[in-house]
T-cell receptor, first 118, second 114 residues
Framework: AQKVTQAQTEISVVEKEDVTLDCVYE???????LFWYKQPPSGELVFLIR??????QNEISGRYSWNFQKSTSSFNFTITASQVVDSAVYFC???????????????FGRGTSLIVHP | DTGVSQDPRHKITKRGQNVTFRCDPI?????LYWYRQTLGQGPEFLTY????????KSRLLSDRFSAERPKGSFSTLEIQRTEQGDSAMYLC????????????FGQGTRLTVV
């Protein structure tokens, strides 16, 4: 069965610090997709990135970067020079094919609450 | 189309009452998901539709819960005989059919059962 673990419940940093949010996943499938979402206080989950299991290239988007390592089943998210507006709960998610009968239903971790202090 | 919309945003109901929530997905999306989120937890899958067909239901979806997507467009989630344990945020999401696509979420309906 698929599983996503976000061991960090809450992280508190001061503005301009770099911060890394950890995500470890479990799957028996060879084809799967990983996602990160941001949930600000307003409540709506905002999609940030999707990565498929065959693409281990790291990705950078502005102050955000993602490190995907199949060898350690991790898909970590780093925010460089954090800002107060980055304060939110961040969720890592996994969807897989065979184990769910081809359904690709996203399974979410418990989330990491990031608090950025001015 | 501006995204997934859910109605109402908030609902307070007395225990034992029935409630119904509505979700309007992004129009081109074939898939529609319902999730439940409680405080401090990630979204938990309840059920999903491929067009009008309900293809999978989680064991979390007790027989008091029913979902429909009659014409493959909007969906409703009904909870009968609500219990205090049903208090949660109910999230709707939609996506294309292919696995390599992300789901887009609505703002959710926060249900409080008193």
């Amino acid at each position: 069965a698929q599983k996503v673990t976000q061991a960090q419940t809450e992280i508190s940093v001061v503005e301009k610090e770099d911060v890394t949010l950890d995500c470890v996943y479990e799957t028996r499938d060879t084809t799967y997709y990983l996602f990160w979402y941001k949930q600000p206080p307003s409540g709506e989950l905002v999609f940030l990135i999707r990565r498929n299991s065959f693409d281990e290239q790291n990705e950078i988007s502005g102050r955000y970067s993602w490190n995907f390592q199949k060898s350690t089943s991790s898909f970590n998210f780093t925010i460089t020079a954090s800002q107060v507006v980055d304060s939110a709960v961040y969720f890592c998610a996994l969807s897989e094919a065979e184990a769910s009968g081809g359904s690709y239903i996203p399974t979410f971790g418990r989330g990491t609450s990031l608090i950025v202090h001015p | 189309d501006t995204g997934v919309s859910q109605d109402p945003r908030h609902k307070i109901t007395k225990r034992g009452q029935n409630v119904t929530f509505r979700c309007d997905p992004i129009s081109e999306h074939n898939r529609l998901y319902w999730y439940r989120q409680t405080l401090g937890q990630g979204p938990e899958f309840l059920t999903y539709f491929q067009n009008e067909a309900q293809l999978e239901k989680s064991r979390l979806l007790s027989d008091r819960f029913s979902a429909e997507r009659p014409k493959g467009s909007f969906s409703t989630l009904e909870i009968q005989r609500t219990e205090q344990g049903d208090s949660a945020m109910y999230l709707c999401a939609s996506s294309y059919t292919q696995g390599n696509t992300e789901a887009f979420f609505g703002q959710g309906t926060r249900l409080t059962v008193v």
